[in-house]
């Protein structure tokens, strides 16, 4: 299973990025999957999470302004990501499993960098 995350880039405070995580060898069906983040300094926290049963766990530093989604046709874990703020940057990943959400993840991908700056 090979997971590539892009999209990633530099915004102004406000501004607004689209994440999307593409697989090989994995198809984006019911298991649980979901978007981290790692900023500088901290440890990986996860921002968003969608389970078997298409029950999404938001964080709420993020609730209302990211949207995490399922792109069936194209294969595709997408994370629209709207109203950015400074404390919102660092590395985002993508991530499944093979079960619930309670099993944690499987597969990670490698990140893409989110930079929000005036």
């Known amino acids: 299973v090979h997971l590539a995350e892009s999209g990633g880039g530099s915004v102004q405070p406000g501004g607004s990025l689209r994440l999307s995580c593409g697989a090989s060898g994995y198809t984006f069906g019911t298991q649980c999957m979901g978007w981290f983040r790692q900023s500088p300094g901290k440890e990986r926290e996860r921002i968003v999470s969608?389970?078997?049963?298409?029950?999404?766990d938001y964080d709420p530093s993020v609730k209302g302004r990211f949207a995490i989604s399922k792109d069936v046709f194209a294969n595709k874990l997408i994370l629209q990501m709207n109203d950015l703020q400074p404390e919102d940057q660092g590395t985002y990943y993508c991530?499944?499993?093979?079960?619930?959400?309670?099993?944690?993840?499987?597969?990670w991908g490698e990140g893409t960098l989110v930079t929000v700056s005036t």
């Open positions: 991530a499944v499993g093979t079960s619930w959400c309670q099993y944690g993840m499987s597969y």
């Open positions: 969608i389970d078997r049963d298409g029950t999404t």
